[in-house]
């Protein structure tokens, strides 16, 4: 990988948000700029007093998404370019932040500041629940997960659907160890898996499906391990399987204290979310709102 100092800091026009690199180093840390490439951009650059990035576009070396690509990076917050990682395109937050479906999901990371999420450790996790199958819960959760992490928070992604696990292939992970082989006394906390790509974001995948993930659930373990976990986090989402098909759900909501009902426009009947939201108080779970997915 190439040193940072390879282009000087006035290379890049555009000044660093925090002072640290160019968009020249960041551009050839990510492999689309070759040294000789940044060599041909400076000396264009400083015969005709372009900026860094319009000397670069000029001459055909990059495109303007690199270009944002880089600006995201020194505004320390990392998006993803299409068909350059193993993380999945349903991860929308991170492939395309600035568009109006992402927004919707900062306006709901806002709602879930205001309305949950808290310096105490006993509001720090919060369970994506749903009534039936394919309503959005992983989709919603991971999402979210990426958002909350875009704005600094510290945020850990738990599968506890090991029924129908999916984060590890939105994410692109290794489910051999995860939450079962925790919940199973076979493994701690190095199951959590980082996302190098997306700054402040872990994920602890579902790991090797187990033949009885509601008494894993149920064990003392499970809300030992979170407890412990939100000392640590500032916020953990957690991705459940679907209300209707088990009890999962309502016991991994009330240990993280919290849920957010997805509802799928059009498919989920109203009997269905009543039910989940009477469950969840019964078992005093917080239900913290209800988010409409419409795909
Ligand atoms: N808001 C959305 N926009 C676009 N696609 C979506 C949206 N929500 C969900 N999807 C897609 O719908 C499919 C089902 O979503 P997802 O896997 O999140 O549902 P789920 O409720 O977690 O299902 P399961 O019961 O299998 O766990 C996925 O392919 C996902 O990418
Ligand atoms: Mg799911």
Same mark, same amino acid.
């Given at each position: 990988?190439?040193?940072?100092?390879?282009?000087?800091?006035?290379?890049?026009?555009?000044?660093?948000?925090?002072?640290?690199?160019?968009?020249?180093?960041?551009?050839?840390?990510?492999?689309?700029?070759?040294?000789?490439?940044?060599?041909?951009?400076?000396?264009?650059?400083?015969?005709?007093?372009?900026?860094?990035?319009?000397?670069?576009?000029?001459?055909?070396?990059?495109?303007?998404?690199?270009?944002?690509?880089?600006?995201?990076?020194?505004?320390?917050?990392?998006?993803?370019?299409?068909?350059?990682?193993?993380?999945?395109?349903? !991860?929308? @937050?991170?492939?395309? $932040?600035?568009? /109006?479906?992402?927004?919707?999901? &900062?306006? +709901?990371?806002? %709602? =879930?500041?205001?309305?949950?999420?808290?310096?105490?450790?006993?509001?720090?996790?919060?369970?994506?629940?749903?009534?039936?199958?394919?309503?959005?819960?992983?989709?919603?959760?991971?999402?979210?997960?990426?958002?909350?992490?875009?704005?600094?928070?510290?945020?850990?992604?738990?599968?506890?659907?090991?029924?129908?696990?999916?984060?590890?292939?939105?994410?692109?992970?290794?489910?051999?160890?995860?939450?079962?082989?925790?919940?199973?006394?076979?493994?701690?906390?190095?199951?959590?898996?980082?996302?190098?790509?997306?700054?402040?974001?872990?994920? !602890?995948? @579902?790991?090797?499906? $187990?033949?009885? /993930?509601?008494?894993?659930?149920? &064990?003392? +373990?499970?809300? %030992? =391990?979170?407890?412990?976990?939100?000392?640590?986090?500032?916020?953990?989402?957690?991705?459940?399987?679907?209300?209707?098909?088990?009890?999962?759900?309502?016991?991994?909501?009330?240990?993280?204290?919290?849920?957010?009902?997805?509802?799928?426009?059009?498919?989920?009947?109203?009997?269905?979310?009543?039910?989940?939201?009477?469950?969840?108080?019964?078992?005093?779970?917080?239900?913290?709102?209800?988010?409409?997915?419409?795909?």
């Amino acid at each position: 990988m190439a040193q940072n100092n390879i282009i000087p800091a006035a290379a890049g026009s555009v000044v660093s948000g925090r002072g640290e690199r160019s968009i020249g180093a960041i551009l050839i840390d990510a492999g689309k700029l070759t040294p000789e490439d940044a060599e041909r951009i400076l000396r264009l650059q400083r015969e005709q007093g372009l900026r860094f990035g319009n000397a670069a576009t000029q001459l055909g070396l990059i495109t303007q998404a690199d270009i944002d690509f880089a600006i995201s990076r020194q505004f320390d917050y990392p998006y993803l370019v299409h068909g350059h990682s193993k993380v999945s395109e349903d !991860l929308v @937050a991170a492939y395309t $932040p600035f568009s /109006p479906q992402v927004e919707a999901l &900062r306006a +709901l990371r806002s %709602q =879930l500041m205001v309305r949950w999420f808290d310096t105490d450790p006993a509001r720090r996790a919060l369970a994506v629940v749903s009534a039936a199958r394919n309503e959005g819960r992983s989709f919603i959760a991971a999402n979210l997960a990426v958002v909350f992490s875009q704005l600094g928070e510290h945020t850990l992604l738990i599968d506890t659907d090991m029924r129908n696990p999916c984060q590890h292939e939105l994410f692109g992970l290794d489910n051999r160890g995860g939450l079962s082989a925790i919940l199973s006394g076979r493994g701690g906390p190095e199951m959590i898996q980082r996302i190098p790509s997306l700054l402040d974001l872990s994920v !602890l995948p @579902a790991g090797a499906l $187990p033949p009885n /993930p509601l008494e894993l659930l149920a &064990r003392p +373990l499970f809300p %030992q =391990l979170l407890g412990e976990l939100a000392t640590e986090f500032d916020v953990i989402l957690l991705d459940t399987p679907a209300a209707a098909e088990c009890s999962d759900a309502q016991t991994i909501a009330v240990c993280a204290g919290a849920a957010l009902v997805v509802i799928h426009k059009n498919t989920t009947r109203i009997s269905q979310v009543r039910r989940i939201t009477d469950s969840l108080s019964q078992g005093s779970a917080t239900v913290v709102g209800a988010v409409l997915n419409e795909f």
